[in-house]
């Protein structure tokens, strides 16, 4: 990669920071009931509040590609396919593999519930359990092989992602 292409990489993880710093910015001040409008801001108070999630955010990163990395270690490389395949019980084993994906799924949407019928009482757990109700929606809604022909790679991904993003910050 060259120095050009590292600058432009930063200016684009600069502007994603900034935008996330805001809307993270606009959902502190609405949850206290203040409106956005009302208070006084500059462009430095947004970097400083980007200060506050960023490190977490790369440090959540680098945890999970550490889990990632040991994962794929301790499965020798190969593909979940491969693994399934090589099984004694191919079929339980896909079931065996498959259940914590479904139990993560079934959480979340637990939280949310939660969240819906209780109130502000645990306000800071359901967003996770929104942006991962929104992954599976939006994979969901890119199921379909003919859909994913059609859209660009970077159109799902935006999709996927950007709001999944806007929900955390």
């Known amino acids: 990669m060259t120095l050009q292409g590292i600058s432009k990489l930063a200016g684009v993880f600069v502007t994603f920071g900034f935008i996330v710093s805001v809307i993270y910015d606009w959902g502190f001040f609405r949850s206290l009931g203040i409106e ?95 942006s991962v109700l929104w992954l599976i929606f939006a994979d969901w809604c890119y199921s379909t092989p003919l859909i994913q022909l059609r859209r660009s790679e970077w159109v799902q991904s935006s999709f996927k992602f950007l709001p999944a993003a806007a929900i955390l910050a």
Request: with cysteine; net charge positive.
């Open 36 to 130: 956005y409008r009302h208070v006084p801001s500059s462009i430095a108070d947004h970097f400083r509040t980007g200060l506050l999630w960023f490190p977490p955010l790369v440090g959540s990163f680098i945890f999970y590609l550490a889990w990632e990395f040991q994962v794929q270690r301790i499965e020798k490389g190969l593909t979940e396919d491969e693994i399934v395949s090589g099984s004694k019980d191919p079929e339980k084993t896909r079931k065996m593999r498959n259940a914590p994906y479904k139990f993560f799924v079934w959480i979340c949407i637990l939280m949310v519930l939660g969240y819906i019928l209780i109130g502000d009482i645990a306000s800071s757990v359901p967003t996770v359990a929104f």
